[in-house]
Every structure is written in C-alpha cells, then in structure tokens.
C-alpha cells in the first residue's frame, strides 16, 4: 500500500538528525531583523550559495575564529563549551 504524504513527511522529519554527513541536521526557526535578512539575500546571492549555505558559513566562520583563539582545557574553553553544552 502506497504511502501518504504525511507519512512520507513523518519519515523524511525523523532522518534529519542523522543526515548529510552523518552527523545529522537541527531546524532552526527563528525571527530576525529585516536588515538582517536582506544582508542575508544579499550576501547569499553575491556568492551564489542558498540562504542556508550562506547563514552556516558565517556562523561556522566565526566559532573557527573564536576557538583559534582559545586553548583547550582552559577555563575559557570550558566556558565556551559550556555555554550551549554542546561540541561540533
């Protein structure tokens, strides 16, 4: 028998945490500025990338240029690890 939609959708939902690399994806729903979205088109388009490629780099971009920065077993690292509890 056929699937419905909503059973594929339910399926497709409950892969994301273990998908693309393995290490799985997180939705991210949030509200932000207009300025802010629209820097967002803007950069995404100048670089040809999605919205998403575009948001993931910068936030990745930023967290390198923070733990380059820190040295681990210290108290900053822990810190900073200790903010959200979560490792990449």
């Known amino acids: 028998m056929p699937k419905t939609a909503a059973q594929r959708q339910a ?9 693309a690399d393995g290490n799985g994806e997180r939705r991210l729903n949030t509200w ?4 802010a979205h629209l820097a967002l088109v803007r950069l995404a388009h100048r670089y040809g990338v999605t919205q998403r490629e575009m948001l993931e780099r910068l936030v990745l971009a930023e967290d ?7 040295k681990m077993d210290t108290p900053e690292w822990d810190a900073y690890f200790g903010a959200g509890g979560v490792t990449r």
């Open 11 to 19: 399926e497709y939902r409950a892969r994301r945490p273990t998908a």
């Open 32 to 35: 932000v500025s207009t300025a």
């Open 64 to 70: 390198d240029r923070i733990l380059a920065g820190i």
